[in-house]
């Protein structure tokens, strides 16, 4: 599985930005995708993802202002951010993984697949 993520870049505090993350090659439905992000000089946190095209989960840090969805048809998931702090700047990446249980969608070394990262910029 190959992951291309996209769509970062630089805003202004307040600002949206929809990241992207295109998968190819093995790909079916039990592929959970999520999104992760790591600041400079920080450890790469989890950020959003769907479990098992359920249930949503969030990072509190950005619950009620990001949204995650997916487009299964073209293999592709989205994260949409809104009202954008200059703590949100970060590398985000976009993880896959066939079968991942619950209790690992939050932990970066549960996950097979990465894509390169994509660089989210807010400034104050």
């Known amino acids: 599985v190959q992951l291309q993520a996209s769509g970062g870049g630089l805003v202004q505090t307040g600002g949206s930005l929809r990241l992207s993350c295109a998968a190819s090659g093995r790909t079916d439905s039990r592929l959970t995708m999520t999104w992760f992000r790591e600041a400079l000089g920080k450890e790469r946190e989890f950020v959003a993802t769907r479990w098992r095209g359920g249930t949503t989960y969030y990072a509190d840090s950005v619950r009620g202002r990001f949204t995650f969805s997916r487009d299964d048809a073209k293999d592709t998931g989205y994260l949409q951010m809104n009202s954008l702090k200059p703590e949100d700047t970060a590398v985000y990446y976009c993880?896959?993984?066939?079968?991942?249980?619950?209790?690992?969608?939050?932990?970066?070394?549960?996950?097979?697949?990465w894509g390169q990262g994509t660089q989210v910029t807010v400034s104050s």
């Open positions: 993880a896959a993984h066939r079968g991942i249980i619950l209790s690992s969608l939050r932990w970066p070394s549960a996950y097979a697949y």
